[in-house]
């Protein structure tokens, strides 16, 4: 094997040209290594993931939307029954009542919908950060 100057080296290298890529480290931290008492007990304990707060703060914020939206839901429902309670026979009246109630169901339906995906997307994310960090309990 013949040693080259560092000049060389550049021109004669071809170690690692077609290669492109960027070295991403691994998602999961370095355990810690812990010695307990007198018999040589190892453990791995890793450091606690956290839900980020964005993560947090988006679900909370679309729970509190989608239930601020449930009452005007429920408000057009009520005004579509006192537009058909008193439409007396007029044709445009009865089915601006059934257009409008039919609408405020399917409005009231979205926001359930939403209230519930957003709720137990958000228990999830604790349960699984809970568990991956061994603590019980609700913490924000």
């Known amino acids: 094997m013949r040693m080259h100057e ?12 077609d290669y492109q890529g960027e070295y991403e480290p691994a998602q999961q931290p370095e355990p810690i290594e812990v010695v ?10 890793y450091p606690p993931a956290q839900l980020s707060w ?8 679309v729970i509190i939307l989608s239930a601020i939206g449930f009452f005007p839901s429920v408000a057009g429902i009520v005004a579509s029954g ?5 439409a007396n026979g007029q044709e445009v009246l009865l089915a601006a ?7 405020t169901i399917l ?5 359930i919908a939403i209230f519930v ?19 019980a309990g609700w913490s924000i």
């Open 107 to 111: 409005v009231m339906l979205v926001c």
């Open 54 to 61: 964005p993560g947090k703060a988006l679900g909370i914020i």
């Open 97 to 103: 009542g059934v257009l409008g109630l039919i609408s």
């Open 117 to 135: 995906i957003a709720v137990v997307a958000l228990a999830l994310r604790v349960s699984s950060a809970r568990r991956r960090t061994g603590r």
């Open 82 to 86: 006192l537009v058909l309670k008193y």
């Open 6 to 17: 560092p000049e060389q080296w550049q021109q004669d290298s071809t170690f690692g040209t």
């Open 36 to 45: 307990a008492g007198d018999n040589y007990q190892e453990q791995k304990i």
